[in-house]
């Protein structure tokens, strides 16, 4: 997988794809496998923003039959499975545990109940991969959850898919997409669309590495760029509907230096009250067992501002610590415990009767012809990583339309994703650690620094690098891509200082 910006100038594609977390990945895959030419450009590094900062869990739908969403639920069951044939050593199935109270929705015989009809509705799309939903007693409960208090009946059991390297995930979803002919590249910003009249023909990009900029070429471009999706429509439209694209809120997950579980992620219930301006529902937060660590999450907060400017803040972790311990006492977690933090915005939509904002349901694909009066352009809005290749097959559906080509179905359900094995969670001598650099900056465009601690390595995740490691890194990079002593230094400057700022200290 080489950065070729000459490949980019050469040709003009039948679909260029705008930004390259999971939408914009498994959009570049789906058109490639359907025989369409594809360029693919990423601002930052791929997965940057919203796909690196997740829980790492593919859903299977359980939670939608509290809103008898059966659409919903059959979707993503479906779509668990397929995540889990398509990297089965990077996706493995997770069990999940949650305290049941009383009598009524919330006990042991509801849950029975609801497990069984899962069970009924999803017994096809499981494919066999993950076990049966159900109930556990008490006993069996209490131990899995010391916290869960004295009203405790039992527990609700079942299987999602737990990541064990979403960047992984990433970069075997784009390798699957270049070995179709997709020519991609990361650090390359999208400026301004390429115009005649009202139709779009591509975009000006510039090269953030270099400064280079130069046009590509399209005859379809599809906006895929997440929380910025709306960024460079603002940037090159006269004017364009809003109407279609959602609100963002605060998405933030924990990663805590120590195992809190066993092998199970364990559900713990809020003692406080719901927030009066975001709908969080019953408060469930997960510990999720994550290798020597444990995430934790999801808080989800209200968004104003500047997209491009998003970071998490200080008083956000301790409030989310607060709450934490709040509904597990027995935890105590400080901010000493927290290695990482993945912050990143998700759509939301905003509920006009209550005022609140909410968690946004479904994905949307708009065709600003039809929205705008715009041609040659469609923008994509994902909402959850588990339904990333279903949207993109039926944004590619409607782009094979815009394009006039004939109907063909999608086969990235039944394609696997090129294998890759996770990567080690630390790298014990210089060797492994230079085998490592050479395969990330030759294969997989690792261009900066932060690229290789943050999304070729496990090592910036979990507070894993060793004293003198990323010096030790920063320097095998700059040999291999020919930086000068002055960018050696501004990359180790970058990384430890958000390495620092992560775990919330000042940086050396």
């Given at each position: 997988?080489?950065?070729?910006?000459?490949?980019?100038?050469?040709?003009?594609?039948?679909?260029?794809?705008?930004?390259?977390?999971?939408?914009?990945?498994?959009?570049?895959?789906?058109?490639?496998?359907?025989?369409?030419?594809?360029?693919?450009?990423?601002?930052?590094?791929?997965?940057?923003?919203?796909?690196h900062n997740s829980l790492k869990l593919i859903h299977g739908g359980i939670r939608y039959l509290q809103q008898a969403d059966i659409g919903r639920l059959l979707a993503s069951s479906r779509e668990r499975s397929f995540w889990l044939r398509a990297a089965p050593t990077l996706i493995t199935p997770l069990r999940f545990v949650i305290p049941l109270y009383g009598y009524a929705a919330r006990g042991p015989e509801a849950f029975r109940i609801a497990a069984l009809t899962y069970n009924m509705l999803t017994r096809g799309s499981r494919q066999g991969l993950v076990p049966a939903a159900g109930v556990i007693d008490t006993i069996e409960a209490r131990a899995l959850l010391p916290d869960a208090g004295p009203r405790l009946r039992g527990g609700g059991v079942w299987h999602d898919g737990q990541m064990r390297d979403a960047n992984r995930v990433e970069l075997a979803c784009l390798m699957g997409a270049v070995e179709r002919g997709a020519r991609i590249a990361n650090h390359l910003e999208a400026m301004d669309f390429l115009m005649t009249g009202d139709r779009v023909e591509g975009a000006v990009v510039e090269d953030r590495l270099s400064g280079r900029s130069f046009s590509v070429h399209a005859r379809l471009t599809v906006n895929c760029a997440g929380p910025l999706v709306t960024d460079l429509l603002g940037r090159s439209l006269r004017k364009f509907s809003l109407q279609p694209f959602p609100k963002l809120q605060r998405a933030m997950n924990l990663v805590i230096g120590r195992r809190l579980t066993g092998n199970a992620a364990i559900g713990v219930v809020s003692r406080r009250k719901a927030d009066s301006v975001v709908d969080r529902g019953g408060r469930m937060f997960f510990l999720t067992p994550w290798g020597e660590t444990t995430v934790v999450g999801t808080e989800h907060l209200p968004f104003t501002g500047d997209p491009s400017d998003f970071d998490f803040r200080e008083d956000e972790i301790a409030a989310f610590l607060d709450e934490i311990n709040g509904a597990a006492p027995g935890l105590g977690l400080s901010r000493e415990d927290v290695r990482y933090c993945y912050a990143g915005l998700t759509p939301a939509t905003l509920d006009d009767d209550s005022g609140k904002v909410r968690q946004a349901k479904r994905g949307n694909i708009i065709d600003h012809r039809?929205?705008?009066?715009?041609?040659?352009?469609?923008?994509?809005?994902?909402?959850?990583?588990?339904?990333?290749?279903?949207?993109?097959?039926?944004?590619?559906?409607?782009?094979?339309?815009?394009?006039?080509?004939?109907?063909?179905?999608?086969?990235?359900?039944?394609?696997?994703?090129?294998?890759?094995?996770?990567?080690?969670?630390?790298?014990?001598?210089?060797?492994?650690?230079?085998?490592?650099?050479?395969?990330?900056?030759?294969?997989?465009?690792?261009?900066?620094?932060?690229?290789?601690?943050f999304r070729r390595s496990r090592l910036g995740e979990g507070g894993r690098i060793a004293d003198g490691q990323i010096e030790a890194i920063a320097a095998l990079m700059a040999d291999r891509l020919g930086w000068n002593e002055a960018k050696r230094i501004e990359e180790i400057d970058a990384v430890a200082g958000r390495l620092a700022r992560h775990e919330g200290r000042e940086p050396d």
């Amino acid at each position: 997988m080489k950065r070729d910006l000459d490949g980019l100038v050469d040709d003009v594609f039948d679909v260029l794809v705008i930004g390259g977390g999971i939408y914009g990945a498994s959009v570049a895959r789906d058109a490639a496998l359907r025989g369409l030419s594809v360029a693919l450009v990423e601002r930052d590094d791929f997965g940057a923003l919203t796909s690196h900062n997740s829980l790492k869990l593919i859903h299977g739908g359980i939670r939608y039959l509290q809103q008898a969403d059966i659409g919903r639920l059959l979707a993503s069951s479906r779509e668990r499975s397929f995540w889990l044939r398509a990297a089965p050593t990077l996706i493995t199935p997770l069990r999940f545990v949650i305290p049941l109270y009383g009598y009524a929705a919330r006990g042991p015989e509801a849950f029975r109940i609801a497990a069984l009809t899962y069970n009924m509705l999803t017994r096809g799309s499981r494919q066999g991969l993950v076990p049966a939903a159900g109930v556990i007693d008490t006993i069996e409960a209490r131990a899995l959850l010391p916290d869960a208090g004295p009203r405790l009946r039992g527990g609700g059991v079942w299987h999602d898919g737990q990541m064990r390297d979403a960047n992984r995930v990433e970069l075997a979803c784009l390798m699957g997409a270049v070995e179709r002919g997709a020519r991609i590249a990361n650090h390359l910003e999208a400026m301004d669309f390429l115009m005649t009249g009202d139709r779009v023909e591509g975009a000006v990009v510039e090269d953030r590495l270099s400064g280079r900029s130069f046009s590509v070429h399209a005859r379809l471009t599809v906006n895929c760029a997440g929380p910025l999706v709306t960024d460079l429509l603002g940037r090159s439209l006269r004017k364009f509907s809003l109407q279609p694209f959602p609100k963002l809120q605060r998405a933030m997950n924990l990663v805590i230096g120590r195992r809190l579980t066993g092998n199970a992620a364990i559900g713990v219930v809020s003692r406080r009250k719901a927030d009066s301006v975001v709908d969080r529902g019953g408060r469930m937060f997960f510990l999720t067992p994550w290798g020597e660590t444990t995430v934790v999450g999801t808080e989800h907060l209200p968004f104003t501002g500047d997209p491009s400017d998003f970071d998490f803040r200080e008083d956000e972790i301790a409030a989310f610590l607060d709450e934490i311990n709040g509904a597990a006492p027995g935890l105590g977690l400080s901010r000493e415990d927290v290695r990482y933090c993945y912050a990143g915005l998700t759509p939301a939509t905003l509920d006009d009767d209550s005022g609140k904002v909410r968690q946004a349901k479904r994905g949307n694909i708009i065709d600003h012809r039809a929205s705008d009066g715009v041609d040659g352009l469609m923008s994509v809005v994902g909402v959850k990583y588990t339904t990333a290749r279903l949207i993109a097959e039926r944004a590619v559906h409607q782009a094979m339309a815009k394009l006039d080509r004939p109907a063909v179905a999608s086969t990235t359900g039944n394609v696997p994703f090129p294998a890759l094995d996770p990567l080690p969670e630390r790298y014990e001598n210089r060797a492994s650690l230079r085998a490592r650099v050479d395969t990330a900056v030759d294969e997989e465009m690792a261009m900066r620094l932060g690229d290789l601690v943050f999304r070729r390595s496990r090592l910036g995740e979990g507070g894993r690098i060793a004293d003198g490691q990323i010096e030790a890194i920063a320097a095998l990079m700059a040999d291999r891509l020919g930086w000068n002593e002055a960018k050696r230094i501004e990359e180790i400057d970058a990384v430890a200082g958000r390495l620092a700022r992560h775990e919330g200290r000042e940086p050396d």
